[in-house]
Nanobody
Framework: QVQLVESGGGLVQAGGSLRLSCAASARTSSIYAVGWFRQPPGKEREFVTAINYYDGNTYYADSVKGRFIISRDNAKNTVYLQMNSLKPEDTAVYSC??????????????????WGQGTQVTVSS
């Protein structure tokens, strides 16, 4: 079982930036991909972005493409989500998740079996 811990959330003004971190406790050889999802207030959780550990491919939701960047630090077993040009509609609880099976870019939550506890991001207007 992969354990994930997110950090870096907080309050930021519109147009600002935040960087979220997702630290994995398990050996990275057991992880095929890590994704970020978010759940805005009163809405369902939605896909934000993901990175494939084996080929480095990245995937983004249209709503964040060009503003958010996902990256990975192998030495630290950590995946980062750099969020730029933040908008009030980006306000949500952000969670990272790991896939321990072959990953081909699925945006479904069911492709990811291990989840972090989530971190709150609030963007004020």
């Amino acid at each position: 079982q992969v354990q994930l811990v997110e950090s870096g959330g907080g309050l930021v003004q519109a147009g600002g930036s935040l960087r979220l971190s997702c630290a994995a406790s398990a050996r990275t050889s057991s992880i095929y991909a890590v994704g970020w999802f978010r759940q805005p207030p009163g809405k369902e959780r939605e896909f934000v972005t993901a990175i494939n550990y084996y080929d480095g491919n990245t995937y983004y939701a249209d709503s964040v493409k060009g503003r958010f960047i996902i990256s990975r630090d192998n030495a630290k077993n950590t995946v980062y989500l750099q969020m730029n040009s933040l908008k009030p509609e980006d306000t949500a609880v952000y969670s990272c998740a790991a896939s321990v099976q072959y990953y081909t870019g699925s945006r479904s939550q069911t492709a990811f079996g291990s989840w972090g506890q989530g971190t709150q991001v609030t963007v004020s207007s």
